[in-house]
């Protein structure tokens, strides 16, 4: 949507992915960085695989290790896949149901510094007939371009990722005890669904993250900001990224 930006599609890991690429990807390239926004499996331009075993965090990690390659030299870890038969939710009726852009809006305006909580038959709390606003950050122009987007191939691609949550579990048992020992600096809203979920909190600030990642150099909560961090403060975030890494030039 920008200009400036370019899209393309590139194929990583049997997949077709579409790229956008320069700009915060403003604030990064104005600085000297090749920087590249994909669209992960499922949204967007990107391909949508209709079956449940392709949405593993093994794919996902896969997925970006494959687009380095496509730009950089980088030889790929290829994994053995466990297929599992698994049976698709209600919650897509359920979207049909509210619509597309009411869920969007809900989604990107999630603000609870409450545990998260989606109640079966109204996952997403929605009142019938209820107006719900856009967060400050958000334009109708950008809420209309997400919609295309979903509209185009539903939300099938980004809730198999959920889907598929007990075959990632499957799949990881080869990492554990594994310490991921690059440097780390780890960001976050403190109305994030991710740090507000029981236990998280007490993982990252209790030490047992700091075993888990020994080389982490810094953890950053940003007040008042939720689970599209990038988006809320993409300035401040383009910041924190630039500091950590230009000391690896």
């Not at 939710?89 to 510094?113: C, D, F, M």
């Not at 709390?125 to 950008?142: D, F, H, K, V, Y």
């Not at 982490?216 to 007040?223: I, K």
Request: aromatic residues 10%; proline residues 5%; hydrophobic residues 40%.
């Amino acid at each position: 949507m920008e200009e400036g930006i370019d899209h393309r599609i590139v194929s990583v890991n049997g997949i077709k992915m579409h790229i956008a690429e320069k700009g915060q990807i403003h604030s990064l390239s104005s600085l000297g960085y090749h920087a590249i926004a994909p669209d992960l499996r499922g949204f967007g331009d990107t391909e949508a695989p209709t079956s449940i075993t392709n949405y593993t965090y093994d794919h996902i990690v896969n997925d970006l290790v494959a687009l380095i390659e496509s730009l950089v030299a980088f030889t790929p870890r290829s994994p053995q896949m466990k297929p599992m038969d698994r049976m698709r939710g209600e919650i897509e009726a359920e979207i049909a149901e509210i619509g597309t852009a009411n869920v969007l809006k809900t989604i990107l305006s999630i603000r609870k510094p409450s545990p998260p909580c989606f109640p079966k038959g109204n996952a997403f709390g929605i009142r019938t007939n209820a107006s719900i606003s856009l967060p400050s950050w958000l334009s109708e122009e950008e809420l209309t371009y997400y919609v295309t987007k979903f509209d185009q191939k539903g939300f099938t691609g980004g809730l198999n990722y959920y889907l598929a949550i007990d075959q990632s579990w499957e799949v990881t048992e080869k990492w554990i005890g594994v310490q991921v020992k690059v440097p780390v600096k780890f960001i976050v809203g403190d109305l994030d669904m991710v740090y507000t979920t029981l236990g998280t909190k007490e993982y990252i600030h209790n030490g047992d993250f700091k075993k888990d990642v020994p080389f982490l150099e810094e953890v950053v909560v940003m007040e008042g900001v939720s689970h599209f961090i990038n988006l809320e403060r993409a300035e401040e975030i383009g910041s924190h990224i630039y500091d950590f890494i230009k000391k690896f030039k």
